[in-house]
């Protein structure tokens, strides 16, 4: 079984940031990604520093990881199935196990995505999963969010300051929590997402129809945390805990970017990669020199 001092799981950019600091600093580094992660559904960033045109999210993702390989850091596809702790991380994958003194969980965030007809076909081009990020095309115009917990009145509070109207779309959900003012509900179950080029309506199973410009999802995040929990890491409401050197309670593990607490976005992402490759170089080196000690 082969071993290096750091594992990131996690090809996206709180992984491949982490990567970046901690290879630089000499370590022996595997970055194990299944996919291409969120940036992949991801159009157009213009709010991402370092760029005078809108970017791609794959062109974003592409550039980052031939960053990394650059300077020697090993990337794999494949998925991680488990790990487990013993005073150093073994890492299952579908393909291999191996060894490390530290790991990054760096998993994103899976975002449940309800099984909508045309929600898939208008991904990008109308549907989004993040009012943050793509709010600002919507205003003056009219939004749907599909959801019916605290997330997606997170997410509607966030488009009513720039959209026209917001409709919550519970798709047959009872909803408990209180609907801020301003922002209307219809809980029909929904048949299908319509337009041409973008979205134009929602239809619901009793032939009725809501016109719209954009429908967001908002089913609650899920996720990250499943791989955490096996190693006794604490998280709480879908999201792993971490201090602000992005550790958790489980000696020499990490988490950063969206599996953490906070803002789902590339440059908080980037940072929390940025500061776990930083205490990972200190943790490897911490263990060497107390290993040399007991020697
Ligand atoms: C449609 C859309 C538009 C967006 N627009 C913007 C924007 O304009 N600006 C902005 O700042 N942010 C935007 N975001 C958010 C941004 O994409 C995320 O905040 C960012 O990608 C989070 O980075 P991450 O590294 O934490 O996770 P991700 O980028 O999601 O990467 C997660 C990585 O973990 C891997 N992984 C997951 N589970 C496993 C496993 N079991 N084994 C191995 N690998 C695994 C995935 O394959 C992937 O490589 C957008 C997101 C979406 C979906």
New binding site residues.
């Given amino acids: 079984m082969s071993a290096v001092d750091v594992i990131i799981?996690?090809?996206?950019?709180?992984?491949v940031s982490a990567a970046l600091y901690t290879r630089r600093a000499g370590l022996n580094t595997l970055i194990?990604?299944?996919?291409?992660?969120?940036?992949a559904?991801?159009d157009k960033?213009?709010?991402?520093y370092g760029f005078s045109e809108p970017v791609s999210?794959i062109q974003l993702i592409n550039s980052g990881i031939a960053a990394a390989k650059r300077i020697g850091v090993n990337i794999i596809s494949?998925?991680?199935v488990s790990i487990q702790y013993n005073g150093y991380f073994t890492v299952k994958t579908k393909m291999l196990e191996v060894l490390a003194t530290c790991v990054v969980i760096?998993?994103?965030s899976s975002?449940k995505a309800p099984k909508i007809e045309g929600l898939e076909r208008f991904e990008?081009r109308g549907v989004?999963?993040?009012a943050v990020?793509?709010g600002f095309f919507y205003r003056g115009k009219d939004v749907c969010v599909i959801g019916e917990g605290s997330f997606a009145l997170h997410e509607a509070e966030e488009l009513k300051a720039v959209a026209r109207s917001v409709t919550l779309l519970t798709n047959g959900a009872v909803t408990t929590s209180n609907i801020p003012e301003g922002i209307s509900v219809r809980t029909d179950r929904i048949h299908s997402i319509s337009g041409d080029e973008t979205v134009e309506e929602v239809i619901f199973m009793d032939g009725t129809t809501v016109k719209t410009n954009g429908v967001f999802i908002a089913l609650g995040v899920a996720g990250s945390t499943d791989?955490a929990r096996q190693v006794g890491a604490a998280t709480e409401a879908g999201k792993i805990i971490v201090d602000e050197n992005m550790a958790t309670n489980v000696p020499g593990l990490y988490a950063?970017?969206?599996?953490t607490a906070g803002m789902?976005?590339?440059?908080k992402?980037v940072y929390e990669g940025a500061k776990a490759g930083t205490e990972v170089i200190k943790f490897v080196r911490n263990n060497a020199a107390g290993k040399s000690e007991r020697a």
Avoid at 9 to 15: K, N, Q
Avoid at 32 to 39: A, F, K, M
């Fill in positions: 799981i996690g090809s996206g950019p709180a992984g194990i990604g299944r996919d291409s992660g969120s940036l559904k991801a960033i213009e709010n991402y999210g494949d998925e991680v760096a998993t994103g975002r990008g989004s999963y993040c990020c793509d791989l950063a970017g969206d599996c789902l976005q590339v440059a992402a």
